[in-house]
């Protein structure tokens, strides 16, 4: 286990953003993991989690405690069964599962970040969810010192939530656990119109894993979402802000909002949310009021290639990020009556 005192963390995220940690802890099992948090707990020291630094915003102070990188290893597959440690990477673990023949995680190809946040975010993209192939997620439970195993229906999966992140400072996901599906070398059944519409299919059909798996790849890559060092663009947490789920009365506020800003004939994005509810775009949103791709003058600004990225273009400082953020915020409250709500974590700071 590796510690260093003073540590910068502004390279352990893809924002490249943050001040230093009192402490940096590297773990590298679950043992040193489990044995870390302890000692933070009994001594009363705050604790940063950190995996991929992909979906975190970290203030210019740092942060004045220990910060914790999981680093664990392990990726094992029984049939259809895989198991993932928290501190797997990602995007290598989706293209070991296409290279299995697996279908369930393809379309969550090029999401940066490590195994172990996925259950926390319910990351998604491209019409999957991994909410629908986990089964059992393995976590540190702060509040009764044991390791415990929580079962899909007790993770309250919901829409970019959890039972993880409603609490973040009581669990420590240690491994997740996926059932996958053997479709003979098929994707799943491709769920998203765009993904459907670059493979030439319809809606609900299925495609080889690795036609999917590229397909999503060059779809995230044209947007800026796929990791790459010497691009701007992709100095960001991805998507900066979720897309809204308004109740009936809440859209249809917004649809009035809409035709007289934009005109009668404009129509919203608008997808089914559940009973009573509708989930709009928020890169539509931001767009429509006015904040286009490329926007700002400063060392933050939206990404060039998706209105949904704040970016680093370089020398930003989290400062920057967040006087950005804020006015995109209060720029499409003003214009829709929609507060956006930020995805990544923040650390130190707030919108």
Known sequence: MQELHDAPLAPLTTFRLGGPADRLITATTDAEVIAAVREADESGTPLLLIGGGSNLVIGD????????VIATKGFALDGTRLEL??????????ARTVEAGLAGIECLAGI???????P???????????????TEVVAYDRATR????????????????????????????LRVRFDLEDADGLSAPV???ETARSLGVGVGDRVPLDTAREAVLKLRSGKGMVLDPEDHDT???????????????????????V????????????????????KTSAAWLIDKAGFTKGYGSGPARISTKHTLALTNRGDATTEDLLVLAREVVAGVRDAFGITLVNEPVTVGVSL
């Open 61 to 68: 102070k740092g942060f004045a405690g220990t910060a914790l």
């Open 85 to 94: 440690a928290a501190g797997e990477v990602w995007t290598d673990a989706v």
């Open 112 to 118: 940066p970040g490590s195994a172990g946040a996925t």
């Open 120 to 134: 926390i975010q319910n990351v998604g993209a491209y019409g999957q969810e991994v909410s629908s192939t986990i």
């Open 146 to 173: 044991e390791t415990v195993t929580i079962p899909n229906a007790d993770c309250a999966f919901t829409y970019r939530h959890s039972r993880f992140k409603a609490d973040p400072e009581r669990y420590v996901v």
């Open 191 to 193: 769920r998203y119109t």
């Open 235 to 257: 100095w960001s947490a991805g998507s900066f802000f979720t897309n809204p789920i308004l109740t009936d009365e809440a859209f249809a506020a917004f649809r009035a909002r």
């Open 259 to 278: 035709a007289e800003r934009l005109g009668e004939d404009v129509m919203p994005p608008a997808y089914p949310a559940g009973d009573g509810h509708t």
